[in-house]
C-alpha cells in the first residue's frame, strides 16, 4: 500500500509515519476506502455545482473527511468504519442533489425508447456524464444538419423531456467506456468528451476529430473552453457523413418517478407471485476478464422475476429481450450510477408499500466494481444498512482481508462465484 502522509510504500524504509501509514495496514485500508469514496462524491457535487446546486453540509464533510484522511489522525478501525459509513450517508445526500438539480433543469425523466443505430448525415457523439454538456451542444447544434449521438453513461439523457425535445438527438452509439478506443474509431463524426473516462486514442485513429470539455482533457485533443461548440460544429460538417444504419431499440429514462408511478401495479404483481424477486445488477463497468459473469447472470434471472440497472455495467446486457410482465418491463434501466439515488427510492417505497424493511424484500444487489464512483454508492448502501450485497469480479485490491471480513460480518457483503451458485442461493431463501 501507499502512504499519503510521508508518500512511501507503506511500512518501507522511507515510511515516517508509523502509527498510520504501514503499521496498521487496516487503518490505512479505510482510509483508501473514505479517499476513493470522497472522490467519488466529489464528482458528483461537481456535476451538481454545474448546474447550480450546493449544499454546505457536503462541503464541510469533504473538507473534514479529507483532513483525517490525509493526516495523521489516530484513530481506531470502529472510528474510521463509522466515517467511512459517514461518507456513504453524505454521498447519497450528494445524490439527491444532483437528482434535484438534474429535474429541475431538465424535467422529470421518463421511459423512453432509443434508437442504436445512425441516422444518414454528420454526426457528433458525445461521452460522459454532464447533462449541462449536452443540453449546450443541443442548443447549438439545432438547425445545423448534425445528428447528436449519446455514449455510455450520456445514454439516460434520452429520458429528460428538455433533451429528448430535441429531434436531432438521434439515438445512442456504442456502449461502456473500455470499448470506446473500437467505437471511436468506427464512428466518422467528430468526438466530445465531458467528465467521463477517455481512453489515449490509439496512434493515427481519432484524435484529430476528438475534442474535450471541462475537466476532461487528452494531450493532442482540442479543448473547448466555455462550452462554445463552434469548433466541433464546423469539424463535424467537414468530415465524411455517417452512412446510416439500423439499429435495436431500448430502453431507458426509468427514473423513481416514473417507477413509483406503476407501484400499485408492481405491488400487485408481487402479492399475485406474478414477480417472484428483484435484481438490481450494474455498476462500473471494465475490460477484466470475468465481468462476462454480469451478463450470464442477467440471462439466467427466471422470467417471473425483475432486472433494475444502472451506469455503464448495463452494457453488458441491456440490448438483450426480457420482455415483460403484466406490462411492467422485466429490465429496467434506472439511468447513470448517481441515479442509485432512484434505485435507493424506489427500494424505501416498495419497503413501506410491504410494511417490512429493505433487507426483507424480495430485492438482491449484483454490484460490479471498478473506481470511485462505485466505492461511493458501495457506501452509500452500507450507510442504510443494506445488507446481502454481492460485488465482484474480484475483491478490490486496496481492501484488506481483515477489513473485508468486517464488512462481511457487518453487512453480510459477498463476493460473487458463479452465476447458478449465486442465483440459487439468492433464490432459496
Known amino acids: 500500500m501507499f502512504c499519503y502522509q510521508c508518500e512511501q510504500t507503506a511500512g518501507g524504509s522511507g515510511c515516517t509515519k508509523g502509527g498510520v501509514c504501514g503499521k496498521n495496514e487496516d487503518i490505512q485500508s479505510l482510509q483508501d476506502i473514505l ?16 448546474l447550480g446546486a450546493r449544499d454546505e ?8 473527511a479529507l483532513f483525517k484522511t ?47 443505430g445512425t441516422r444518414k448525415g454528420p454526426g457528433i457523439l458525445i461521452t460522459g456524464h454532464d447533462l449541462l454538456d449536452l443540453y449546450e451542444l443541443l442548443k ?24 429528448k425535445k430535441f429531434k436531432h438527438l438521434a439515438g445512442n452509439y456504442g456502449g461502456a467506456w473500455q470499448e470506446q478506443k473500437k467505437e471511436f474509431n468506427a464512428f466518422s463524426g467528430a468526438i466530445l ?16 476529430r476528438l475534442y474535450t470539455t471541462g475537466i476532461t482533457g487528452i494531450p493532442g485533443a482540442t479543448h473547448i473552453a466555455g462550452r462554445d461548440f463552434s469548433g ?11 452512412p446510416g444504419s439500423p439499429g435495436k431499440k431500448i430502453l431507458t429514462g426509468f427514473h423513481h418517478t416514473a ?11 408481487v402479492k399475485s407471485g406474478k414477480i417472484k424477486h428483484f435484481f438490481l445488477i450494474g455498476g462500473c463497468d471494465g475490460a477484466k476478464p470475468g465481468r462476462n459473469y454480469y451478463t450470464e447472470f442477467a440471462e439466467k434471472v427466471p422470467k417471473d422475476c425483475v432486472v433494475l440497472t444502472l451506469a455503464c455495467g448495463k452494457y453488458r446486457f441491456n440490448k438483450l429481450d426480457f420482455g415483460a410482465i403484466d406490462g411492467i418491463p422485466r429490465l429496467i434501466d434506472v439511468g447513470q450510477c448517481n441515479n442509485t439515488y432512484s434505485a435507493v427510492q424506489v427500494a424505501l417505497a416498495l419497503a413501506n408499500a410491504f410494511n417490512c424493511g429493505v433487507n426483507d424484500l424480495p430485492l438482491s444487489l449484483v454490484l460490479s466494481w471498478f473506481e470511485q464512483k462505485a466505492v461511493a454508492i458501495l457506501l452509500t448502501l452500507l450507510s442504510l444498512n443494506i445488507k446481502g450485497i454481492r460485488i465482484g469480479p474480484t475483491p478490490p485490491a486496496f481492501i484488506t482481508p481483515n477489513v473485508l471480513k468486517i464488512l462481511q460480518e457487518k453487512f453480510d457483503l459477498k463476493l460473487i462465484t458463479t452465476p447458478e451458485k449465486d442465483l440459487n442461493d439468492i433464490l432459496k431463501r
Not at 35 to 46: C, I, R, S, T, W
Not at 72 to 79: A, E, G, I, K, M
Not at 193 to 208: E, F, H, K, R
Open 35 to 50: 479517499l476513493f469514496g470522497l472522490k467519488g462524491m466529489a464528482a458528483y457535487a461537481f456535476h451538481a455545482r454545474e
Open 57 to 64: 453540509e457536503v462541503d464541510a464533510f469533504m473538507h473534514e
Open 70 to 116: 490525509v493526516t495523521n489522525v489516530s484513530f481506531d478501525l470502529d472510528q474510521y468504519l463509522e466515517l467511512v459509513l459517514r461518507c456513504g450517508k453524505m454521498n447519497l445526500r450528494t445524490m439527491e442533489m444532483l437528482d434535484k438539480a438534474h429535474v429541475e433543469r431538465f424535467g422529470k425523466p421518463i421511459p423512453t425508447e432509443v434508437d442504436t
Open 140 to 163: 447549438q447544434t439545432e438547425g445545423a444538419g448534425i445528428n447528436v449521438y449519446t455514449h455510455s453513461e450520456m445514454l439516460p439523457a434520452h429520458g429528460y423531456p428538455e433533451l
Open 193 to 208: 468528451a465531458t467528465t467521463n473516462c477517455v481512453l489515449i486514442p490509439p496512434a493515427n485513429s481519432y484524435l484529430g
Open 232 to 242: 466541433i460544429i464546423k469539424r463535424a460538417k467537414s468530415l465524411p457523413p455517417l
Open 259 to 269: 417507477i413509483l408511478g406503476i407501484a400499485d401495479k408492481i405491488v400487485a404483481a
